[in-house]
């Protein structure tokens, strides 16, 4: 008799996660071809990037499907999302992935480069408290080489229009109930359906012990943080931590992309 290994089709589960993420990002592959733009705008066509707070490696999966000379070492902690991503990758020798927490100081030692042309990261940095994301920019600053660029993009409201984001708001509300009741599946069903996938269980588990199952309620890899700040938070600090120009280079009602340029 021999055991029976279980299987994943892990390209299926990268689309899996890509739909679920649309959900709350219709806007999703525009952000893609933005900070991907911007990458080759500023650094060329054969970047060296890390993949930040990575999950199943959506934006190395992008960009080293429109840069062939690319190479992107992805880093988060979540064992799910890296399976998946390793998986997904597995026949890629221009990706590589990492086990990291971006609150532990020494998470750069880990790196396999010291430096990167392009350090990219969306709708992942949001958990992170204020002074935690200040001090990672501080540390993504030592990373990033000269005439280097970071790309952040997540949410960042602007509080100085109430009234726009409640109207934003309540639209996209809407908008994800018409889609959740045609069938598309939100952060919590997703993650109950990988937890059911005998070649997933394991990880799931494990990265239920970390941070929690989302059924039981929010957890703070899903937006549990201390505020979430508006672009000019983000530029400020990007220019105190070393970058010596940073700016929004894409913006939605209730979302934006902050450049900084080392």
């Not at 984001?165 to 639209?171: H, I, T």
Request: aromatic share 8%; with cysteine.
């Amino acid at each position: 008799m021999t055991d029976t290994v279980a299987v994943a089709d892990w390209q299926a589960w990268q689309r899996s996660w890509d739909r679920q993420q649309e959900w709350y990002l219709p806007d999703r592959e525009e952000r893609f071809r933005v900070m991907l733009d911007a990458v080759e705008a500023v650094v060329g066509p054969k970047p060296r990037i890390l993949d930040l707070a990575c999950g199943t490696g959506s934006i190395s999966d992008r960009a080293l499907r429109r840069f062939p000379g690319a190479t992107s070492t992805g880093v988060d902690l979540d064992p799910a999302l890296l399976t998946i991503a390793r998986g997904h990758f597995a026949a890629e020798p221009r990706a590589a992935f990492v086990t990291a927490d971006l609150r532990d100081p020494g998470w750069t030692e880990r790196l396999p480069h010291r430096t990167y042309d392009a350090v990219l990261t969306a709708t992942a940095l949001h958990w992170l408290g204020s002074d935690e994301l200040r001090a990672l920019y501080g540390r993504i600053a030592g990373v990033v080489r000269e005439g280097g660029v970071l790309l952040n993009a997540d949410h960042m409201p602007d509080p100085a229009t109430p009234r726009l984001n409640a109207a934003d708001r309540a639209f996209q509300e809407a908008r994800r109930a018409r889609a959740k009741a045609e069938g598309t599946q939100d952060w919590v069903d997703w993650w109950q359906t990988a937890a059911r996938d005998e070649a997933l269980a394991g990880p799931v588990a494990e990265r239920f012990t970390i941070f929690g199952n989302p059924a039981d309620g929010p957890d703070h890899a899903n937006g549990v943080a201390e505020a979430f700040q508006p672009v000019a938070w983000h530029v400020d600090t990007l220019r105190a931590v070393g970058f010596g120009e940073a700016r929004a280079v894409w913006c939605s009602p209730s979302d934006a992309m902050v450049l900084g340029l080392k």
